[in-house]
């Protein structure tokens, strides 16, 4: 049997051992063999110490320590034994989520420039702070919304907002002058049309009852038509008539179903310190179905910049859009900004009064894009997202990030739109006449490309 003195070493012995292992690992003691190096950041962006160092989206260390010196701030880093760093790779700090834990991110360089020594110090990338962007944006919504509400000289942005609604007022006197002087005869066409359309009731009515009389022999007509080829004419002539007729009354009410609206977009990038503005129409030939034609971007291609910073925006790009709304969504899908794309805009609360106001807006085009622009080269699709809140029934504001995928850049975002609906009744009228010339078309007359 052991004695007293052996058990009581034993047991020191073991709780000795489990201490230690303890202490192993709490302290995060590894037998591991690592080495360090130094990265410095402007902001490192909430990132703290344990946190892991990713390359290539693989763990290969650990953040040791974090320490200020003067203005910027040190991130210790160690990294496991048999890694090499190339000394042109990128340090940044990524994240797992928009809200997600920090962590140290290495983009490899290449094996020419030769391996990181241990010790070295190198300078990261500093990161976005979405905080402050965002509280500038609203800074600027807010200067852009006081703006509006006072005088402002001209240049200004309410200057410009105030020409630019007097610019489409004039271009709307102007076509309701057009309306004025074409009203006496287009009364007159629409009067002509609906006794037409009478006339056309009249007509199928007598033809329903020449039908039914041409189903007996009786009388002289009835007798005529025993002539078998006779008869088949006449039928085949009564039916071409009614479906002329049905075709006509489907075009007068289609000429009611056009609505216009004209809209006006108006985008600010701080940073370029450049304002872009877009102007169409969105065109309605039937509910929640609709065409937009516009132009994008427009602008005076000599002027200068101003901003410290490049405009990446190419100016004065043509739109051509296909649209359907359904419930909350609104899905368009074409030509945006010269390149092929589509848009889609979501009102989750669309039912209530008051949340239907506000509206999330995304889009993404130029998909096959590969082009060189003031000295930066864009090889990725342009994405766009941002969210909009009608403050009036014509006008709404809100903010966005454009190029999202390699230029992101907040704009604050201004909204016009209003309907004309003497614009929808121009486009009514072109309808009935191309309506009418395709009848011509099918009767043997001439039509366009035959």
């Not at 004025?180 to 005869?185: D, H, L, N, R, S």
């Not at 009835?222 to 075009?251: F, P, Q, R, S």
């Not at 602008?299 to 910073?309: E, F, I, K, L, T």
């Not at 998909?367 to 003031?374: D, L, S, V």
């Amino acid at each position: 049997m052991l004695s007293l003195e052996a058990k009581v070493g034993a047991f020191v012995l073991a709780g000795l051992v489990c201490i230690s292992a303890a202490i192993f690992l709490l302290g995060d003691y590894t037998f591991e063999r690592r080495y360090t190096i130094n990265v410095t950041f402007g902001d490192v962006a909430n990132l703290s110490k344990e946190a892991p160092v990713k390359l290539a989206g693989v763990e290969v260390g650990k953040v040791k320590d974090l320490v200020l010196e003067g203005q910027h701030a040190k991130v210790v880093a160690v990294i496991r034994d048999g890694v090499d760093i190339y000394n042109d790779a990128q340090f940044s700090i990524g994240s797992t989520g928009i809200i997600g834990s920090k962590y140290l991110q290495i983009d490899q360089g290449h094996s020419a420039k030769g391996v990181m020594p241990p010790g070295s110090t190198a300078r990261g990338v500093d990161p976005v702070s979405i905080e402050k962007e965002l509280a500038q944006t609203l800074d600027k919504l807010q200067g852009l919304l006081d703006d509006m509400t006072k005088e402002g000289p001209r240049g200004s942005l309410a200057g410009n907002l105030r020409d630019t609604v007097a610019n489409v007022r004039e271009m709307t006197a102007n076509l309701n002058d057009l309306i004025v002087t074409t009203k006496p005869k287009l009364t007159a066409a629409m009067d002509r049309s609906d006794d037409i359309t009478k006339k056309l009731d009249d007509l199928l009515g007598k033809s329903n009852l020449m039908m039914a009389s041409l189903s007996t022999d009786k009388g002289a007509v009835g007798a005529l038509l025993h002539d078998e080829k006779v008869k088949a004419d006449v039928k085949e002539t009564i039916a071409n008539v009614k479906d002329v007729a049905a075709t006509a009354k489907d075009v007068f009410g289609r000429m009611n179903q056009f609505r216009v609206f004209w809209n006006y977009d108006w985008r600010y990038d701080s940073l370029a310190q450049a304002s872009h503005s877009d102007i169409g129409l969105f065109i309605y030939p039937r509910p929640n179905r609709y065409y937009y034609l516009g132009g994008s971007n427009l602008a005076n291609v000599s002027d200068q910049p101003r901003g410290r910073h490049p405009d990446y925006t190419q100016p004065n790009r043509i739109d051509g859009l296909l649209g359907w709304q359904k419930g909350p969504f609104d899905a368009a899908f074409g030509v945006i900004r010269s390149a092929g794309g589509g848009r889609v805009t979501y009102t989750p609360f669309y039912k209530d009064p008051f949340w239907s106001r506000f509206s999330v807006v995304g889009q993404a085009y130029d998909f096959g894009r590969n082009r060189n622009i003031e000295g930066y080269q864009f090889n990725k699709p342009e994405y766009d997202a941002g969210l909009i809140a009608k403050v009036y029934k014509y006008f709404s504001v809100g903010a966005r990030v454009e190029d999202i995928a390699q230029q992101p850049r907040v704009m604050g975002w201004g909204k016009i739109l209003f309907e004309d609906k003497d614009v929808a009744y121009l486009f009514g009228l072109a309808t009935f006449g191309a309506a009418g010339t395709k009848g011509r078309s099918k009767s043997g007359g001439d039509a366009p490309g035959q």
